[in-house]
């Protein structure tokens, strides 16, 4: 049957988080695992059980709507791992990995994020203020997190020591 109201749209997009959140519980662990930085490993884990915390919020508005959680797969999510994967095989040094990690989260925040915006705004169209509170709090979340994001990325160092000034720096001696 064609969709046809906001409500199956905002039902779409809400099963889209729900399946999104659940693979970067995965995703937050694995690049927990790859930082040497106990900050940023940190950071990551930190936020895994923010992401924890979101999932349940959502499964509060599938109880408001009188639905049982869908699960199924958020082909946006799961394009980024797909590039991680494929990054991968580039044999990365452990430290770029990380960076690359930094990186690639905040991609993954900025989906979220106009995930989050998107479906408020239809929450607060269908008049559904309780759905509009908890979705208004995994918003809050992933905007903190994008800004943490973005101050480790800015001071992240990244060695800068080519085979080309290894041989300068001979040259010079
Ligand atoms: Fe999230």
Known sequence: MAMQTI???FEHELKDMYSAEQSLLEALEQMADESSDREIRKGFTQHRKETQAQIKRLEKIY???????ATGTCPGIEGLIKEKKAFLREK???????F???????KAERYEI???????????????????ELLEQNL???EMTLNRLKAI????????????EMAE???SK
């Open 7 to 9: 409500e199956e749209l």
């Open 63 to 69: 109880k408001v709507l009188g639905q049982k959680p």
């Open 92 to 98: 990365p040094s452990g430290e770029l990995l990380e």
């Open 100 to 106: 690359y990690n930094i990186g690639a989260a905040q």
């Open 114 to 132: 106009t995930a989050y915006e998107t479906l408020i705004d239809m929450a607060e169209k269908l008049g559904m203020g309780d759905v509009v």
């Open 140 to 142: 809050q979340e992933e």
């Open 153 to 164: 990325a800015s001071e992240f160092d990244v060695a800068e020591e080519t085979d080309d």
């Open 169 to 171: 720096d001979r040259v």
